[in-house]
Protein backbone atom coordinates (compact mmCIF):
# COMPACT_ATOMS: atom_id res chain seq x y z
CA UNK A 1 0.00 0.00 0.00
CA UNK A 2 2.93 2.25 1.34
CA UNK A 3 4.54 3.38 -2.93
CA UNK A 4 5.57 6.29 -0.16
CA UNK A 5 8.85 7.12 0.13
CA UNK A 6 10.56 9.89 2.20
CA UNK A 7 13.48 11.15 0.03
CA UNK A 8 16.68 10.56 2.23
CA UNK A 9 20.04 12.72 0.61
CA UNK A 10 23.29 10.52 1.51
CA UNK A 11 26.06 13.33 1.10
CA UNK A 12 28.57 12.26 -1.36
CA UNK A 13 26.40 9.41 -2.87
CA UNK A 14 26.58 9.64 -6.86
CA UNK A 15 23.76 9.12 -8.74
CA UNK A 16 24.06 6.35 -11.23
CA UNK A 17 24.02 6.83 -15.09
CA UNK A 18 23.75 10.25 -15.88
CA UNK A 19 25.65 13.14 -14.05
CA UNK A 20 23.33 14.78 -11.18
CA UNK A 21 23.80 17.76 -13.23
CA UNK A 22 22.90 16.94 -16.26
CA UNK A 23 19.70 15.93 -14.66
CA UNK A 24 18.85 18.41 -13.28
CA UNK A 25 19.27 20.78 -16.36
CA UNK A 26 16.76 18.20 -18.10
CA UNK A 27 14.10 18.24 -15.35
CA UNK A 28 14.71 22.02 -15.40
CA UNK A 29 14.39 22.10 -19.48
CA UNK A 30 11.42 19.92 -19.21
CA UNK A 31 9.54 22.36 -16.62
CA UNK A 32 9.87 25.56 -18.91
CA UNK A 33 9.04 23.44 -21.89
CA UNK A 34 5.99 21.98 -19.73
CA UNK A 35 5.39 25.97 -18.99
CA UNK A 36 5.71 27.41 -22.29
CA UNK A 37 3.55 24.07 -23.74
CA UNK A 38 0.41 25.03 -20.85
CA UNK A 39 0.73 28.86 -22.34
CA UNK A 40 0.53 27.37 -25.67
CA UNK A 41 -2.28 25.57 -24.76
CA UNK A 42 -4.23 28.46 -23.09
CA UNK A 43 -3.38 30.70 -26.03
CA UNK A 44 -5.35 28.29 -28.91
CA UNK A 45 -8.16 27.54 -26.56
CA UNK A 46 -8.79 30.97 -26.75
CA UNK A 47 -9.46 30.78 -23.04
CA UNK A 48 -6.78 33.68 -22.70
CA UNK A 49 -7.84 37.09 -23.45
CA UNK A 50 -7.92 38.10 -26.81
CA UNK A 51 -5.18 40.59 -26.12
CA UNK A 52 -2.48 37.77 -24.98
CA UNK A 53 -0.13 36.95 -26.85
CA UNK A 54 1.24 33.50 -28.29
CA UNK A 55 4.62 31.99 -27.36
CA UNK A 56 6.72 33.34 -30.42
CA UNK A 57 5.27 36.80 -30.10
CA UNK A 58 6.56 36.99 -25.94
CA UNK A 59 9.70 35.74 -27.62
CA UNK A 60 9.94 37.92 -30.27
CA UNK A 61 9.10 41.02 -27.74
CA UNK A 62 11.73 39.89 -25.59
CA UNK A 63 14.65 40.07 -27.84
CA UNK A 64 12.97 43.39 -29.81
CA UNK A 65 12.59 45.07 -25.89
CA UNK A 66 16.30 44.53 -25.58
CA UNK A 67 17.43 46.40 -28.46
CA UNK A 68 15.38 49.17 -27.71
CA UNK A 69 17.09 52.32 -25.94
CA UNK A 70 14.26 53.42 -24.05
CA UNK A 71 14.24 50.17 -21.89
CA UNK A 72 17.45 50.67 -20.84
CA UNK A 73 17.03 53.90 -19.80
CA UNK A 74 13.77 52.79 -17.94
CA UNK A 75 16.17 50.10 -16.21
CA UNK A 76 18.55 52.76 -15.16
CA UNK A 77 15.61 55.26 -14.05
CA UNK A 78 14.19 52.44 -12.02
CA UNK A 79 17.59 51.35 -10.62
CA UNK A 80 18.61 54.86 -9.84
CA UNK A 81 15.03 55.57 -8.14
CA UNK A 82 15.38 52.48 -6.00
CA UNK A 83 19.49 53.27 -5.12
CA UNK A 84 19.21 56.31 -4.31
CA UNK A 85 15.82 56.34 -1.66
CA UNK A 86 17.50 52.89 -0.91
CA UNK A 87 20.78 54.30 -0.18
CA UNK A 88 19.55 57.43 1.90
CA UNK A 89 17.64 55.24 4.28
CA UNK A 90 20.29 52.83 4.65
CA UNK A 91 22.55 55.88 6.08
CA UNK A 92 19.29 57.32 8.60
CA UNK A 93 18.40 54.49 9.02
CA UNK A 94 21.41 52.52 10.41
CA UNK A 95 22.89 55.72 12.13
CA UNK A 96 19.45 56.58 13.62
CA UNK A 97 18.82 53.07 14.54
CA UNK A 98 22.46 52.12 16.25
CA UNK A 99 21.72 55.52 18.20
CA UNK A 100 18.16 54.21 19.39
CA UNK A 101 19.39 50.36 19.80
CA UNK A 102 22.04 51.38 22.23
CA UNK A 103 19.72 53.39 24.98
CA UNK A 104 17.08 50.79 26.13
CA UNK A 105 14.91 53.63 27.22
CA UNK A 106 14.55 54.99 23.28
CA UNK A 107 14.37 51.68 21.71
CA UNK A 108 11.46 51.39 24.08
CA UNK A 109 10.03 55.05 23.40
CA UNK A 110 10.35 54.56 19.94
CA UNK A 111 8.45 50.96 19.78
CA UNK A 112 5.49 51.68 19.02
CA UNK A 113 6.20 54.48 16.25
CA UNK A 114 7.76 51.92 14.55
CA UNK A 115 6.27 49.60 14.26
CA UNK A 116 3.55 51.48 13.08
CA UNK A 117 5.64 52.77 10.13
CA UNK A 118 6.78 49.65 9.16
CA UNK A 119 2.80 48.50 8.79
CA UNK A 120 1.90 51.36 7.24
CA UNK A 121 1.59 51.28 3.31
CA UNK A 122 3.61 54.35 2.68
CA UNK A 123 2.11 54.64 -1.21
CA UNK A 124 -1.00 55.44 0.16
CA UNK A 125 0.73 58.98 0.96
CA UNK A 126 1.75 59.08 -2.63
CA UNK A 127 -1.13 61.04 -4.30
CA UNK A 128 -0.34 63.79 -1.41
CA UNK A 129 3.38 63.72 -2.21
CA UNK A 130 2.31 64.13 -5.69
CA UNK A 131 0.14 67.03 -4.92
CA UNK A 132 3.08 68.71 -3.42
CA UNK A 133 6.49 68.26 -4.75
CA UNK A 134 5.23 66.66 -8.40
CA UNK A 135 5.69 64.00 -10.62
CA UNK A 136 9.49 63.63 -10.68
CA UNK A 137 12.64 61.56 -9.65
CA UNK A 138 12.91 63.52 -6.87
CA UNK A 139 9.35 62.24 -5.54
CA UNK A 140 10.20 58.56 -6.32
CA UNK A 141 13.57 58.73 -4.24
CA UNK A 142 11.35 59.94 -1.34
CA UNK A 143 8.93 57.29 -1.63
CA UNK A 144 11.32 54.48 -1.73
CA UNK A 145 13.44 56.20 0.81
CA UNK A 146 9.93 56.44 3.13
CA UNK A 147 9.00 52.86 2.49
CA UNK A 148 12.54 51.12 3.01
CA UNK A 149 13.42 53.10 6.12
CA UNK A 150 11.63 50.92 8.66
CA UNK A 151 12.84 47.81 7.89
CA UNK A 152 16.50 49.06 8.32
CA UNK A 153 15.48 50.99 11.43
CA UNK A 154 14.11 48.05 12.97
CA UNK A 155 16.57 46.00 12.50
CA UNK A 156 19.25 48.10 13.57
CA UNK A 157 17.62 49.08 16.78
CA UNK A 158 17.46 45.26 17.46
CA UNK A 159 20.44 44.69 16.11
CA UNK A 160 22.39 46.96 18.46
CA UNK A 161 19.79 46.25 21.19
CA UNK A 162 21.51 42.42 21.12
CA UNK A 163 24.22 41.71 23.35
CA UNK A 164 25.73 38.29 24.33
CA UNK A 165 25.71 38.10 28.17
CA UNK A 166 29.68 36.87 28.14
CA UNK A 167 30.85 38.97 26.17
CA UNK A 168 29.12 42.07 27.81
CA UNK A 169 31.16 40.62 31.29
CA UNK A 170 34.04 40.80 29.16
CA UNK A 171 33.75 44.32 28.29
CA UNK A 172 32.92 45.40 31.86
CA UNK A 173 36.18 42.90 33.17
CA UNK A 174 38.51 44.49 30.48
CA UNK A 175 37.22 48.31 31.23
CA UNK A 176 37.04 48.05 27.80
CA UNK A 177 36.44 52.36 26.83
CA UNK A 178 32.69 52.43 25.37
CA UNK A 179 34.03 54.18 22.06
CA UNK A 180 36.30 50.70 21.46
CA UNK A 181 32.73 49.10 22.71
CA UNK A 182 31.22 50.69 20.12
CA UNK A 183 33.49 49.90 17.11
CA UNK A 184 34.63 47.03 18.30
CA UNK A 185 31.48 45.11 20.02
CA UNK A 186 28.30 46.69 19.02
CA UNK A 187 28.74 47.50 15.26
CA UNK A 188 30.04 43.98 14.57
CA UNK A 189 27.42 42.33 16.74
CA UNK A 190 24.55 44.31 14.91
CA UNK A 191 25.71 44.00 11.34
CA UNK A 192 23.96 40.63 10.96
CA UNK A 193 21.08 41.95 11.50
CA UNK A 194 21.56 45.28 9.70
CA UNK A 195 22.08 43.40 6.64
CA UNK A 196 19.21 41.67 6.73
CA UNK A 197 17.07 44.55 6.68
CA UNK A 198 19.22 46.46 3.84
CA UNK A 199 18.40 43.07 2.15
CA UNK A 200 14.88 43.37 2.94
CA UNK A 201 14.45 47.27 2.17
CA UNK A 202 16.46 46.42 -1.64
CA UNK A 203 13.58 44.62 -2.68
CA UNK A 204 10.95 46.78 -0.80
CA UNK A 205 13.04 49.74 -3.09
CA UNK A 206 12.97 48.13 -6.15
CA UNK A 207 8.91 47.25 -5.96
CA UNK A 208 8.15 50.78 -4.15
CA UNK A 209 10.09 52.56 -7.50
CA UNK A 210 7.83 50.03 -10.38
CA UNK A 211 4.98 50.70 -8.16
CA UNK A 212 5.56 54.64 -8.51
CA UNK A 213 6.29 54.57 -11.92
CA UNK A 214 2.84 52.23 -12.63
CA UNK A 215 0.92 55.09 -10.39
CA UNK A 216 2.26 58.34 -11.49
CA UNK A 217 3.74 57.74 -14.64
CA UNK A 218 7.11 58.37 -13.23
CA UNK A 219 9.94 57.58 -16.22
CA UNK A 220 10.86 54.14 -15.61
CA UNK A 221 10.28 50.32 -16.49
CA UNK A 222 6.27 50.76 -14.24
CA UNK A 223 5.60 53.50 -16.48
CA UNK A 224 6.49 51.23 -19.74
CA UNK A 225 4.25 48.51 -18.43
CA UNK A 226 1.53 50.56 -17.99
CA UNK A 227 2.39 52.08 -21.29
CA UNK A 228 2.56 48.47 -23.24
CA UNK A 229 -0.52 47.49 -21.47
CA UNK A 230 -3.15 50.60 -22.53
CA UNK A 231 -1.54 50.23 -25.85
CA UNK A 232 -2.53 46.72 -25.93
CA UNK A 233 0.58 45.04 -26.57
CA UNK A 234 0.75 42.30 -23.81
CA UNK A 235 3.70 40.87 -25.52
CA UNK A 236 5.78 43.90 -24.75
CA UNK A 237 4.49 44.13 -21.52
CA UNK A 238 5.28 40.44 -20.92
CA UNK A 239 8.64 41.10 -21.78
CA UNK A 240 9.25 44.58 -19.43
CA UNK A 241 7.39 42.37 -16.10
CA UNK A 242 10.25 39.21 -17.13
CA UNK A 243 13.03 41.75 -17.17
CA UNK A 244 11.51 43.73 -14.46
CA UNK A 245 11.79 40.34 -12.07
CA UNK A 246 15.52 39.27 -14.01
CA UNK A 247 16.44 43.02 -12.38
CA UNK A 248 14.68 42.32 -8.96
CA UNK A 249 16.45 38.58 -9.25
CA UNK A 250 19.82 40.24 -10.15
CA UNK A 251 19.95 42.39 -7.11
CA UNK A 252 18.46 39.65 -4.58
CA UNK A 253 21.64 37.57 -5.67
CA UNK A 254 23.92 40.07 -5.58
CA UNK A 255 23.30 41.36 -2.43
CA UNK A 256 23.00 37.75 -0.91
CA UNK A 257 26.60 37.45 -2.02
CA UNK A 258 27.96 40.28 -1.03
CA UNK A 259 26.35 39.38 2.48
CA UNK A 260 28.22 36.33 2.74
CA UNK A 261 31.28 38.16 2.12
CA UNK A 262 31.10 40.41 4.81
CA UNK A 263 29.37 37.64 7.30
CA UNK A 264 31.45 35.05 7.03
CA UNK A 265 32.72 34.91 10.48
CA UNK A 266 29.21 35.28 11.57
CA UNK A 267 28.55 31.79 9.50
CA UNK A 268 30.21 29.17 11.60
CA UNK A 269 27.80 26.44 11.00
CA UNK A 270 25.97 25.78 7.74
CA UNK B 1 9.84 48.28 36.01
CA UNK B 2 6.45 48.65 37.14
CA UNK B 3 3.25 47.94 34.42
CA UNK B 4 2.72 51.88 34.71
CA UNK B 5 6.52 52.92 33.85
CA UNK B 6 6.68 50.30 31.14
CA UNK B 7 3.20 51.99 29.70
CA UNK B 8 4.80 55.20 30.01
CA UNK B 9 7.71 54.72 28.02
CA UNK B 10 6.24 53.11 25.21
CA UNK B 11 3.66 55.53 24.44
CA UNK B 12 4.87 59.06 25.54
CA UNK B 13 6.89 59.40 21.97
CA UNK B 14 3.41 58.69 20.06
CA UNK B 15 1.55 61.13 22.23
CA UNK B 16 4.26 63.70 21.95
CA UNK B 17 4.05 63.19 18.15
CA UNK B 18 0.32 63.32 17.82
CA UNK B 19 0.18 66.75 20.11
CA UNK B 20 2.91 68.42 18.05
CA UNK B 21 1.13 67.61 14.62
CA UNK B 22 -1.94 68.68 15.96
CA UNK B 23 -0.74 71.62 17.29
CA UNK B 24 2.31 72.40 14.89
CA UNK B 25 -1.00 71.94 11.99
CA UNK B 26 -3.65 74.09 13.96
CA UNK B 27 -3.56 77.16 12.27
CA UNK B 28 -1.98 75.64 8.82
CA UNK B 29 -3.94 77.71 6.10
CA UNK B 30 -1.77 75.25 3.82
CA UNK B 31 -3.60 73.46 1.57
CA UNK B 32 -1.82 70.46 1.45
CA UNK B 33 -1.45 70.26 5.14
CA UNK B 34 -4.79 70.62 6.67
CA UNK B 35 -5.42 70.94 10.53
CA UNK B 36 -4.96 67.50 12.29
CA UNK B 37 -8.37 68.23 13.60
CA UNK B 38 -10.15 68.97 10.50
CA UNK B 39 -8.57 65.69 9.29
CA UNK B 40 -9.99 63.59 12.30
CA UNK B 41 -13.40 65.44 11.43
CA UNK B 42 -13.57 64.20 8.21
CA UNK B 43 -12.89 61.04 8.89
CA UNK B 44 -15.25 60.60 12.02
CA UNK B 45 -17.83 61.93 9.50
CA UNK B 46 -17.15 59.77 6.76
CA UNK B 47 -16.81 56.80 8.87
CA UNK B 48 -20.04 57.81 10.60
CA UNK B 49 -21.95 58.54 7.34
CA UNK B 50 -21.34 55.10 6.24
CA UNK B 51 -19.67 55.50 2.74
CA UNK B 52 -15.72 54.83 4.41
CA UNK B 53 -17.21 51.62 6.29
CA UNK B 54 -18.35 50.28 3.07
CA UNK B 55 -15.20 51.13 1.05
CA UNK B 56 -13.01 49.80 3.76
CA UNK B 57 -15.35 46.31 4.14
CA UNK B 58 -14.35 46.44 -0.20
CA UNK B 59 -10.73 46.73 0.43
CA UNK B 60 -10.20 44.27 3.57
CA UNK B 61 -12.27 41.71 1.89
CA UNK B 62 -10.01 41.82 -1.28
CA UNK B 63 -7.49 41.54 1.43
CA UNK B 64 -9.15 38.48 3.10
CA UNK B 65 -9.64 36.52 0.04
CA UNK B 66 -6.49 37.38 -1.92
CA UNK B 67 -4.82 36.63 1.11
CA UNK B 68 -6.39 33.06 1.74
CA UNK B 69 -6.00 32.07 -1.69
CA UNK B 70 -2.34 32.80 -1.28
CA UNK B 71 -1.95 31.01 2.01
CA UNK B 72 -3.93 27.85 0.90
CA UNK B 73 -2.02 27.51 -2.71
CA UNK B 74 1.35 28.37 -0.95
CA UNK B 75 1.31 25.71 1.81
CA UNK B 76 -0.23 23.22 -0.58
CA UNK B 77 2.47 23.50 -3.09
CA UNK B 78 5.00 24.62 -0.52
CA UNK B 79 4.74 21.28 1.48
CA UNK B 80 4.88 19.00 -2.03
CA UNK B 81 7.90 21.25 -3.32
CA UNK B 82 9.65 20.94 0.03
CA UNK B 83 8.74 17.17 0.60
CA UNK B 84 9.93 15.97 -2.94
CA UNK B 85 13.45 16.86 -3.72
CA UNK B 86 13.09 15.53 -7.51
CA UNK B 87 10.35 18.81 -7.83
CA UNK B 88 12.41 21.59 -5.86
CA UNK B 89 15.75 21.29 -7.89
CA UNK B 90 13.43 21.66 -11.11
CA UNK B 91 11.52 24.22 -10.13
CA UNK B 92 13.82 26.14 -7.68
CA UNK B 93 15.22 28.46 -10.68
CA UNK B 94 11.57 29.71 -11.65
CA UNK B 95 10.51 30.11 -8.20
CA UNK B 96 13.58 32.41 -7.17
CA UNK B 97 12.50 34.24 -10.53
CA UNK B 98 8.89 34.53 -9.91
CA UNK B 99 9.42 35.91 -6.48
CA UNK B 100 11.54 38.49 -7.95
CA UNK B 101 8.96 39.93 -10.12
CA UNK B 102 7.81 43.26 -8.49
CA UNK B 103 4.44 42.74 -7.24
CA UNK B 104 3.41 46.20 -8.52
CA UNK B 105 4.23 45.69 -12.31
CA UNK B 106 1.51 42.69 -11.98
CA UNK B 107 -0.97 45.77 -11.04
CA UNK B 108 -1.99 47.45 -14.49
CA UNK B 109 -1.65 44.23 -16.75
CA UNK B 110 -4.25 42.21 -14.19
CA UNK B 111 -5.92 45.30 -13.67
CA UNK B 112 -5.61 47.02 -16.89
CA UNK B 113 -7.37 44.06 -18.47
CA UNK B 114 -9.59 42.47 -16.21
CA UNK B 115 -11.54 45.57 -15.18
CA UNK B 116 -12.10 47.37 -12.08
CA UNK B 117 -14.33 44.62 -9.93
CA UNK B 118 -13.29 42.26 -6.84
CA UNK B 119 -11.41 39.54 -8.76
CA UNK B 120 -8.79 41.22 -10.60
CA UNK B 121 -7.78 42.93 -7.41
CA UNK B 122 -7.85 39.73 -5.03
CA UNK B 123 -5.69 37.91 -8.10
CA UNK B 124 -3.16 40.58 -7.90
CA UNK B 125 -2.95 40.31 -3.87
CA UNK B 126 -2.67 36.44 -4.11
CA UNK B 127 0.04 36.62 -6.38
CA UNK B 128 2.40 39.11 -4.68
CA UNK B 129 1.31 37.43 -1.12
CA UNK B 130 1.93 33.33 -2.48
CA UNK B 131 5.76 33.71 -2.54
CA UNK B 132 6.68 34.54 0.77
CA UNK B 133 4.19 32.08 2.16
CA UNK B 134 5.52 29.33 -0.66
CA UNK B 135 9.25 30.29 0.11
CA UNK B 136 8.96 29.92 3.77
CA UNK B 137 6.88 26.81 3.81
CA UNK B 138 9.88 24.84 1.69
CA UNK B 139 12.14 25.95 3.98
CA UNK B 140 10.46 25.31 6.89
CA UNK B 141 9.47 21.53 5.39
CA UNK B 142 13.12 21.08 4.56
CA UNK B 143 14.16 22.00 8.27
CA UNK B 144 12.39 19.50 9.73
CA UNK B 145 14.55 17.33 11.73
CA UNK B 146 15.53 14.00 9.95
CA UNK B 147 14.71 11.63 12.79
CA UNK B 148 11.38 12.70 12.81
CA UNK B 149 10.85 11.92 9.12
CA UNK B 150 12.27 8.25 9.61
CA UNK B 151 10.20 7.63 12.49
CA UNK B 152 7.22 8.68 10.27
CA UNK B 153 8.58 5.73 7.79
CA UNK B 154 9.47 3.27 10.48
CA UNK B 155 5.74 3.57 11.91
CA UNK B 156 4.96 3.11 8.19
CA UNK B 157 2.16 6.21 8.48
CA UNK B 158 -0.05 6.93 5.20
CA UNK B 159 0.96 9.83 3.37
CA UNK B 160 -1.83 11.65 4.20
CA UNK B 161 -1.16 11.05 7.84
CA UNK B 162 2.09 11.68 7.10
CA UNK B 163 1.50 15.42 5.61
CA UNK B 164 -0.44 16.19 7.95
CA UNK B 165 0.59 15.27 11.12
CA UNK B 166 4.15 15.54 10.76
CA UNK B 167 5.01 17.68 8.03
CA UNK B 168 2.70 20.74 8.70
CA UNK B 169 2.95 20.74 11.74
CA UNK B 170 7.06 20.88 11.77
CA UNK B 171 6.78 23.68 8.54
CA UNK B 172 4.10 25.80 10.58
CA UNK B 173 6.13 28.08 12.56
CA UNK B 174 8.06 28.98 9.47
CA UNK B 175 5.01 29.30 7.42
CA UNK B 176 3.22 31.64 9.96
CA UNK B 177 6.75 33.61 9.58
CA UNK B 178 5.89 33.83 5.69
CA UNK B 179 2.27 35.52 6.22
CA UNK B 180 3.89 37.75 8.00
CA UNK B 181 5.99 38.78 5.72
CA UNK B 182 2.93 38.92 2.96
CA UNK B 183 0.83 40.45 5.34
CA UNK B 184 2.26 43.85 4.66
CA UNK B 185 2.92 43.45 1.13
CA UNK B 186 -0.84 42.52 0.98
CA UNK B 187 -1.71 45.60 2.11
CA UNK B 188 0.40 47.59 -0.27
CA UNK B 189 -0.49 45.63 -3.14
CA UNK B 190 -4.04 45.99 -1.65
CA UNK B 191 -4.03 50.06 -2.00
CA UNK B 192 -1.81 50.52 -4.73
CA UNK B 193 -4.35 48.21 -6.58
CA UNK B 194 -7.21 50.68 -5.65
CA UNK B 195 -4.63 53.67 -6.32
CA UNK B 196 -4.13 52.54 -10.20
CA UNK B 197 -8.10 52.03 -10.87
CA UNK B 198 -11.12 51.65 -9.06
CA UNK B 199 -14.31 52.77 -8.40
CA UNK B 200 -14.93 51.78 -4.44
CA UNK B 201 -12.34 50.89 -1.48
CA UNK B 202 -10.23 52.81 0.78
CA UNK B 203 -7.62 53.32 -2.11
CA UNK B 204 -10.53 55.18 -4.47
CA UNK B 205 -11.34 57.47 -1.31
CA UNK B 206 -7.67 58.58 -1.38
CA UNK B 207 -7.04 59.05 -5.05
CA UNK B 208 -10.66 60.60 -5.78
CA UNK B 209 -10.32 63.22 -3.10
CA UNK B 210 -6.83 64.34 -3.98
CA UNK B 211 -7.64 64.39 -7.78
CA UNK B 212 -10.36 67.17 -5.76
CA UNK B 213 -7.72 68.99 -4.02
CA UNK B 214 -10.19 67.67 -0.77
CA UNK B 215 -6.51 67.33 1.49
CA UNK B 216 -8.65 66.47 4.08
CA UNK B 217 -9.85 63.01 2.90
CA UNK B 218 -6.67 62.30 1.29
CA UNK B 219 -5.23 62.47 4.92
CA UNK B 220 -8.22 60.67 6.29
CA UNK B 221 -7.58 58.15 4.23
CA UNK B 222 -3.93 57.37 4.60
CA UNK B 223 -4.82 57.21 8.22
CA UNK B 224 -7.48 54.89 7.90
CA UNK B 225 -5.02 52.45 5.78
CA UNK B 226 -1.95 53.26 8.17
CA UNK B 227 -4.32 52.47 11.39
CA UNK B 228 -6.03 49.91 9.89
CA UNK B 229 -2.93 47.79 8.50
CA UNK B 230 -1.33 48.41 12.22
CA UNK B 231 -4.18 46.36 13.58
CA UNK B 232 -4.20 43.64 10.97
CA UNK B 233 -0.51 42.85 11.83
CA UNK B 234 -0.78 43.23 16.42
CA UNK B 235 -4.77 41.05 15.68
CA UNK B 236 -2.18 38.33 13.66
CA UNK B 237 0.90 38.45 15.97
CA UNK B 238 -2.07 37.62 18.84
CA UNK B 239 -3.13 34.88 16.73
CA UNK B 240 -0.17 33.20 15.58
CA UNK B 241 0.43 32.66 19.09
CA UNK B 242 -2.64 30.09 19.59
CA UNK B 243 -1.31 27.26 16.80
CA UNK B 244 2.32 27.71 17.92
CA UNK B 245 1.65 27.36 21.63
CA UNK B 246 4.14 24.65 21.30
CA UNK B 247 6.70 25.67 19.33
CA UNK B 248 7.00 29.20 21.66
CA UNK B 249 6.60 26.77 24.69
CA UNK B 250 9.65 24.32 23.17
CA UNK B 251 11.85 27.33 23.88
CA UNK B 252 13.29 26.98 20.60
CA UNK B 253 12.92 30.64 19.67
CA UNK B 254 16.44 31.91 20.31
CA UNK B 255 15.36 35.09 22.37
Known amino acids: MSTF ?33 AWQLLYISTLLPEVAPDLVQIVLALFTVLTTSSFWIAVGQTLFGAFAGWGIAAAVGIVLGVAIGTSGFLSRSVEVVVEFGRAFPMLALMPVVVLVIGVNARMEVLMVFLSCLWPILIQSIAGSRRQDQAVADTVAVFRISPFRKFWKVTIPSAMPLISTGLRISASISILVSIGVGVLSQTPGLGRQITMAQEASRWDLAFAYIIFAGLVGWALNSAIAAAETKALRWNRQEA | MSAFRKLLEKSWLVVALVLLWWFASASSTNVFFPPLSVILETLVRDLSSGLLLEYLAFSLTNLGLGLLFAIIIGIGLGLLIGEIRPLRDALDPYVSFARSIPQAALVPLIIGTFGLGPGPKIYTIAFACVFPILLNTIDGVRGIEPTIRRFGKVYRI ?58 AQTWAGAILVGVVGYFITLIFFRIERLPLRWYFKSGAMAQ
Not at chain 2, 166 to 189: H, K, M, N, S, Y
Open chain 2, 158 to 215: TPARYFRRVVLPGALPQIFAGIRVALPIGITVMVVSELYAANKGVGFYILNSSSTFQM
Open chain 1, 5 to 37: TIPVVVPGAKACGLSRRARLTISRLAVLVALAG
